[in-house]
């Protein structure tokens, strides 16, 4: 397939799904996991900072991490990738879905509403007791670690190591690829799983897949077509 045979499969397709990565929010200026991890953090293991066994034995430390992250993430403005894919969605109506592995919270910011975000969402917390989920407090306002509305002590409502992706969002994100004719694969590695199988599903079920990634990953070899290109720059060409 070449770049003029995939405009006109995904301008022609009704079902579009969409799956997004790090790549994406790099052009906003966000940096991924362990690039973040400068200075003071640049001695810590990620699963010293991101997993439940961390988490348990110092709180106030894992915080400190991701309200670090959190002034980031609302520093960062989205991009034209993120606005690209919200027009898509426009177009295609209730045909379109996307997910996301990124938790910075840009796509919705851009506008997309027909959105799962696999790995959770930064600028919110989740009661540690009730499970509820509630928007943080401003960064000059936060104190961590917060307490709910409830009283009770909030996490990080992101998806540690360890632990499985929200079964709600997944089964989402497994049924839109399992049915639709053109799956969009935008600035992810394409190592984690389970989101990275979302790929192989669709081409399993004779989707067009499409890849946009500066670098080749592993899913490259298996998918119907590649640009290598940066997210916004491919994600303009192939709207063009």
Same mark, same amino acid.
């Given at each position: 397939?070449? *770049? ?24 906003? %200026?966000?940096?991924?996991?362990? +690039?973040?991890?400068? %200075? !003071?953090?640049?001695? @810590? ?29 609302? &520093? ?10 919200? %027009? ?15 938790? +910075? ?24 007791? $009730? ?15 917060? $307490?709910?509305?409830?009283? &009770? ?7 540690? @190591? ?5 079964? +709600? ?5 497994? &049924?839109?690829? !399992? ?18 199988? =979302?790929? =192989? ?20 070899? *298996? ?10 720059? %491919? =994600?303009?060409?192939? *709207?063009?």
């Amino acid at each position: 397939m070449n *770049l003029a045979e995939a405009r006109a499969a995904l301008k022609t397709a009704k079902r579009v799904a969409v799956l997004t990565g790090a790549g994406i929010s790099a052009e906003s %200026g966000i940096p991924t996991f362990r +690039d973040a991890q400068t %200075g !003071h953090w640049a001695r @810590f293991r990620p699963e010293d900072l991101a997993s439940p066994p961390a988490y348990a034995r110092d709180p106030e430390m894992v915080w400190e991490w991701y309200a670090g992250r959190y002034r980031e993430v609302l &520093n960062a403005q989205p991009n034209e990738g993120h606005r690209l894919l919200a %027009g898509l969605e426009r177009e295609k109506g209730e045909g379109f879905f996307l997910a996301t592995q990124n938790v +910075d919270g840009l796509h919705a910011r851009a506008g997309s509403k027909r959105l799962v975000e696999l790995h959770g969402n930064l600028l919110s917390a989740r009661d540690e007791k $009730t499970g509820e989920i509630f928007p943080l407090a401003a960064p000059n306002a936060l104190q961590t670690p917060p $307490t709910s509305p409830n009283g &009770n002590r909030m996490r990080p409502n992101v998806v540690w @190591f360890g632990e499985f992706l929200p079964e +709600d969002a997944l089964e989402a994100a497994q &049924n839109a690829f !399992h049915t639709c004719e053109v799956a969009l694969i935008v600035g992810t590695s394409g190592v984690v799983y389970p989101a990275a199988g =979302l790929a =192989l599903e669709a081409m399993a079920e004779g989707a067009v897949v499409i890849e946009i990634n500066p670098d080749a990953t592993e899913l490259t070899p *298996l998918l119907t077509f590649s640009l290598r290109e940066k997210a916004s720059a %491919g =994600l303009a060409q192939l *709207l063009a």
